[in-house]
């Protein structure tokens, strides 16, 4: 009896270091990933795809927009804060577009 206590002991022990070990590589596995977003160039309008998807950086002077209202800011791909001028993209991976920008493939949040 005591043996299959010493075994459920030691399987708590390593699920409880095992989720320790998932939980800190979490955290370790995003920290880069928000220092990188301050670091990251900022979206050309003449980049190609940029030029492809009609991309500018001043969405007030956008044309084709289907409302007024419409910027990168509040748009479902900018990955940005919202206090922040330029911001992160799943659209243009490793660019920071600008959160007044503006281009076709805009997406509302809902």
């Known amino acids: 009896m ?3 206590n010493n ?5 708590r022990r390593f699920l409880k270091v095992a989720a320790s070990g998932v939980a800190v590589a979490s955290v370790l596995g995003t920290l880069p990933r928000m220092a990188r977003a301050q670091d990251l160039p900022h979206l050309s309008p003449s980049d190609p ?3 492809a998807l009609k991309y500018t950086e001043d969405g ?3 044309a084709g927009k289907k409302t007024p209202g419409d910027a990168c ?3 479902n791909f900018y990955q940005g804060k919202a206090a922040a001028a330029w911001g992160p993209c799943q659209l243009f991976p490793g660019k ?3 959160s007044k920008g503006w281009c076709i493939s805009h997406a509302v949040m809902i």
């Open 49 to 51: 795809t940029a030029s």
């Open 60 to 62: 007030s002077k956008a």
């Open 96 to 98: 920071a577009v600008a």
């Open 7 to 11: 075994n459920i002991e030691g399987r």
């Open 73 to 75: 800011l509040n748009c």
């Open 2 to 4: 005591s043996e299959d």
